[in-house]
């Protein structure tokens, strides 16, 4: 069952970016000039960023040790024998958040005066949720200190 949902995802995401490399390809001259944004390079950090991002969350899940417990222990939260200090945990959190960030930076950074003002609005929530995500995991990890601590 799970490989059949691995292809079929697999098999969603290659059209979609086939379609979408497609379509940059096809209006390129009008995105260019209306945007002063290269929809192929913006293909490539986008395609690299969903690598590198997903990556991350392997490493995560590998550094805190997530794949040595029970299922029920992660459906129920409870994570007492995982281990967020360690590198590869930190490694692979530091690559999620910076994939989840760059390319949103470099379109805001080289479109910021062509852009329409609502999807520097949209960038800039995006930004936001990325920020935010990012401070709950670390008030994860504060509470899971905190509760490690005071069970020892």
Request: hydrophobic residues 55%; charged residues 20%.
């Given at each position: 069952m799970?490989?059949?949902i691995k ?9 979609s970016?086939?379609?979408?490399f497609?379509?940059?390809i096809?209006?390129?001259?009008v995105?260019s000039?209306?945007?002063?944004l ?8 986008f ?8 990556f991350?969350?392997?490493l995560m899940?590998k ?8 299922i029920?222990?992660l459906l ?8 967020f200090?360690?590198?590869t ?7 999620n958040?910076?994939s989840?960030t760059?390319?949103w930076?470099?379109i805001?950074g ?5 852009l ?14 990325v ?8 008030e994860i990890?504060k ?5 490690t601590?005071?069970?020892?």
């Open positions: 799970l490989s059949k292809s079929l995802v697999t098999v969603i995401i290659f059209l970016l086939f379609l979408i497609f379509d940059s096809l209006h390129r001259e995105f000039e209306k945007y002063g290269n929809p192929v390079f913006i293909t490539i950090i395609v690299a960023a969903e690598i590198f991002f997903n991350g969350i392997v899940l550094g805190t040790g997530v794949f040595k417990i029970k029920k222990d129920r939260f409870k994570l007492e024998k995982a281990n200090r360690t590198k945990f930190i490694a692979g959190f530091v690559m958040r910076l989840a760059i390319p930076l470099y805001l080289v479109g910021w005066t062509k329409p003002t609502a999807f520097i609005g949209l960038i800039v929530l995006e930004l936001l949720i920020a935010i995500l990012t401070l709950g995991v670390f990890i509470k899971h200190d905190y509760q601590s005071k069970a020892s």
